[in-house]
Structures are given as C-alpha cells and as structure tokens.
C-alpha cells in the first residue's frame, strides 16, 4: 500500500527552488501582488506570476486580497508560516535532495550579503538520547515560528535583515517509527508559539 502523502510530496516539490524560496520570504512579512515581487525580486512579471501560482496551486500561499487594476483583477498573495502544523511523511528522498539543494543556493546568496557581525552556525550528525531530540525539534520548530511571525516588510524601521535556515531529520540506524516520532508541541496543543501579534 502506497502512504505517500501526495500533497506534501507537491509542496515538497514547489519550494524546491530558490526564487520560490525567495518569494516565501518575501510574503511572509506583507502581502503583495505578481507586480511588486516581481519589481522587488528583479523578476519579469511574467515570471513572477508563474512561481506564484505554482506556489498557491500547492498550497503554499493564501490569496489574502483582490484588487481591480486595468480591467483585470490581481491578487495579493502571502505565506503564512505560523500556520498549524500538518503532520505528513517527508516525501520521496530525491525531493528532499531537491529541496536541500535549493535552500544551499539560497544560503549562499544570502551570505553574499551577511554582515559581519557573529550569527549562529552549527553542523552534527551524531547519537543522542530521544527525548533530547525532540526537545531539540520543539527549540527549533520554536524558533521557525517566532521569526515567521515576527517578520516585517523590508526596509522597517528598528528591524534587522536577518537569515535563518534549518534542517533536522532522524538518520537509520537508531530508534525509528513510533519510538523517534515527533509531533511539535504546539501542534499538540493546538497553538503556535510567536504567533500572538500578526
């Protein structure tokens, strides 16, 4: 029998690119149409609107307005990150490695514009005891949240441009199934942490 979460196998698939990455961000903060991310990614309109409605045909991004403009109607899209979490399998390997890669190249062009002050950077592949694995995955599930929600059109006042990423998964090997299953503690609570004041 095939368990295979077919929608998030989609949205697996719709993210793993870096333009649409970009545009994640962008929305996360304000809503806006295929003309302002175009303008504010220095993308045609054209191509604008194509990853917008990959983005929103996978479920991605919620049309949070629409305007008439010029006879015709153009709709202000956004991504909202704090929403509940929706337990689903990871998808196929080879999405995974898609979606790893695009997030690398987003990482490196972030970091082409890094200030120079400290940040935060870890690297591990070891063994640790589950409960301190999912109280790892809570902190960053956590964090995820607080960020998404605290997140502010470009250019606000008394705001800093920031970057975050983060991956974390459970390797063969060790505990598996059941026994190293997380379920993120606001979802278990039915509430999202940070998610006050958006």
Do not use: C
């Not at 998030?8 to 806006?32: C, D, F, G, Q």
């Not at 589950?130 to 006042?157: F, I, K, N, Y």
């Amino acid at each position: 029998m095939d368990d295979t979460d077919h929608g998030a196998v989609a949205r697996l698939r719709a993210t793993a690119h870096p333009v649409r990455l970009r545009i994640l961000s962008l929305l996360t903060a304000e809503a806006m149409s295929a003309a302002e991310v175009a303008r504010a990614l220095d993308l045609t309109h054209a191509n604008a609107s194509y990853h917008l409605r990959q983005l929103h045909d996978a479920g991605e991004l919620v049309v949070e307005s629409e305007e008439k403009i010029r006879g015709g109607v153009a709709k202000r899209y956004r991504y909202d990150a704090t929403r509940e979490v929706r337990e689903h399998p990871a998808g196929p390997v080879d999405d995974r490695i898609a979606f790893a890669r695009a997030k690398a190249l987003e990482v490196e062009r972030r970091l082409l514009d890094a200030d120079r002050e400290p940040g935060s950077s870890s690297d591990l592949e070891a063994w640790v005891p589950v409960e301190v694995w999912r109280r790892a995955l809570d902190l960053l599930h956590e964090a995820s949240h607080l960020l998404h929600a605290a997140a502010r059109p470009a250019g606000t006042p008394d705001t800093v441009h920031v970057s975050a990423t983060t991956t974390a998964f459970p390797m063969t090997g060790g505990l598996e199934g059941e026994d190293a299953r997380w379920v993120p503690r606001d979802a278990a609570a039915g509430s999202v942490p940070g998610g006050e004041g958006r």
